[in-house]
């Protein structure tokens, strides 16, 4: 039986007893009406995840006791960053919320000039953190105990200034010389994906001068909600977790 799973921020220890987060202790309570003693896990983001129970449930608080830490990780070999240029609607929620499932390790959202959304100061900064929660929902859904970080919100041409670490360096275009499996496998990659209508030519130009390359996932143009859960697939089958078969 799959036990319910939740994310919470605070370090956890095998034999605490703590208070669930509020939003964690809503859902657990008014939505999967769990009851007192129900078994569920519990992990921080740190590594593995633990054994709990729900100890106690009080008007405005839900108390869990926490049992034996268990030492599971659900992580790709492959290690890759999507630098997501920013999408209109629900878009950026629904690719955000893919991509941790599909494996992905960082994802860095940036304000393009072909971007819909423009996203600035506190407005910025709430709509990250909302993103961050969607990364760690997502999370609780597929079984991972580590929670990929969304970076702050920045302009793609500053996020391109920055120092390369080493990675692959990709973006997509159906018109590129060489398709995504052509590529000899690496350990990590980053992903670069436009908004709707795609990087401007100047962006793909400054994107090529530091290090990305275009590569093709096949003849047809990609939406960019379609784009990187293709890509981050396309790579888990190349080159990460899916290649083994043992996936459903």
Not at 20 to 32: F, I, K, S
Not at 86 to 104: H, P, R
Not at 186 to 204: F, H, K, S, Y
Request: glycine share 8%; proline share 6%.
């Amino acid at each position: 039986m799959n036990l319910p799973r939740f994310y919470c921020r605070e370090a956890l220890a095998p034999g605490a007893h703590i208070d669930l987060p509020e939003p964690v202790a809503r859902h657990a309570v008014r939505v999967l009406r769990l009851p007192p003693g129900a078994a569920v896990v519990l992990f921080d983001g740190r590594g593995g995840e633990y054994e709990a129970r729900i100890e106690r449930i009080e008007r405005d608080r839900v108390v869990a006791a926490l049992g034996a830490w268990r030492d599971v990780e659900r992580e790709s070999p492959l290690a890759v960053t999507l630098i997501q240029a920013v999408q209109a609607g629900e878009k950026m929620d629904f690719t955000i919320q893919k991509a941790v499932e599909l494996g992905v390790t960082h994802i860095v959202p940036v304000d393009s000039r072909r971007s819909v959304t423009r996203l600035s100061g506190e407005r910025a900064g709430r709509r990250v953190a909302h993103w961050q929660g969607v990364a760690a929902s997502a999370c609780e859904q597929c079984g991972r105990n580590q929670v990929p970080q969304v970076a702050p919100l920045e302009k793609l041409e500053n996020w391109l200034a920055r120092p390369a670490d080493g990675a692959l360096r990709l973006m997509l275009a159906p018109d590129a010389e060489h398709a995504l499996a052509d590529l000899q496998p690496v350990p990590n990659v980053q992903m670069l994906i436009g908004a709707e209508g795609g990087l401007d030519p100047q962006e793909e130009e400054a994107a090529r001068s530091v290090g990305f390359q275009a590569v093709r996932l096949g003849p047809r143009v990609l939406r960019t909600e379609t784009a990187a859960l293709a890509a981050l697939a396309a790579l888990q089958v190349l080159w990460g977790d899916f290649k083994g078969g043992n996936h459903v």
